[in-house]
């Protein structure tokens, strides 16, 4: 049930991605506003929270920082969209091989076990996901339907 939550969001997060023209993907009034950004934070945030033991994060410095001031060093639609495919299969990994009761150890402000971590990390998609629909909608464009 979880996984398929997730399933349903990431398809959300894909079709926001792919929503902003190439124009708009790196725009923003803030640095918070621009798309690439959002997607940004969001994916790596997500793919840093499946670590099933300390140090099993990526390195930082794959990409820019989502709040880079130079909007030309975020990534594209296109290298965002294959990010988020490789965040997709180590989130599967993570939820099909975490014993999702034991004890949180590594992000105790996630809460007190690896489901409250899951479903932490799921919120904060969603929390994002919003956020780049909303500057969908301000943007004049269609926004991704509700799954």
């Not at 793919?47 to 594209?76: H, I, T």
């Not at 290298?79 to 949180?104: G, I, K, T």
């Amino acid at each position: 049930a979880l996984a398929d939550q997730f399933v349903r969001a990431f398809q959300m997060l894909r079709e926001a991605i792919q929503a902003f023209s190439v124009e708009e993907w790196r725009k923003g009034d803030a640095p918070c506003q621009r798309p690439a950004g959002l997607a940004l934070h969001a994916l790596v945030s997500a793919r840093d929270y499946c670590a099933l033991k300390p140090g099993d994060a990526e390195p930082a410095d794959r990409f820019a920082d989502w709040e880079d001031k130079d909007s030309s060093r975020l990534p594209s639609q296109a290298d965002m969209l294959a990010y988020q495919d490789e965040v997709a299969q180590r989130l599967a990994h993570f939820l099909a091989e975490a014993d999702l009761m034991a004890e949180e150890t590594q992000f105790r402000w996630t809460g007190s076990t690896l489901l409250s971590r899951a479903a932490y990390v799921l919120r904060h998609t969603q929390h994002h996901l919003a956020e780049m629909c909303l500057e969908l909608h301000r943007r004049g464009l269609r926004a991704p339907q509700w799954q």
